[in-house]
């Protein structure tokens, strides 16, 4: 079971950054593969990013084109957390932000049905 908690959400001005962080719980956090996806009101939850250790020193990273060259994701394993800076913020990067766990084997994960475990949720407003 993992248990994951965001934070660093809030009202933003177009052009500024944000950076959200996401705790997770679990000594095996290093071997999860990890995501944030964003819901706007009304629309469905969509791929933001996701990273992946290898278990060397080789990140693998994905990103949706929308946020491409504004957005970076990160993980720091020693503190079990996983971030996204987030910059050149735009007013259709307002949504609610998730973080998502999967241990699936290989591969970056785009698709919400392939992530087990679930923030909560962080506030992103961006005011144009």
């Known amino acids: 079971q993992v248990q994951l908690v965001e934070s660093g959400g809030g009202l933003v001005q177009a052009g500024g950054s944000l950076k959200l962080s996401c705790a997770a719980s679990g000594r095996t956090f290093s071997t999860y593969v990890m995501g944030w996806f964003r819901q706007a009101p009304g629309k469905e939850r969509d791929f933001v990013a996701t990273i992946r250790w290898n278990g060397k020193s080789t990140y693998y990273l994905d990103y949706a084109d929308s946020v491409k060259g504004r957005f970076t994701i990160s993980r720091d394993n020693a503190k079990n957390t996983v971030y996204l800076q987030m910059n050149s913020l735009k007013p259709e990067d307002t949504a609610v932000y998730y973080c998502?766990?999967?241990?699936?084997?290989?591969?970056?994960?785009?698709?919400?049905?392939?992530?087990?475990?679930w923030g909560q949720g962080t506030q992103v407003t961006v005011s144009s």
């Open positions: 998502a766990a999967t241990s699936v084997v290989g591969g970056l994960p785009t698709q919400p049905y392939e992530y087990s475990y």
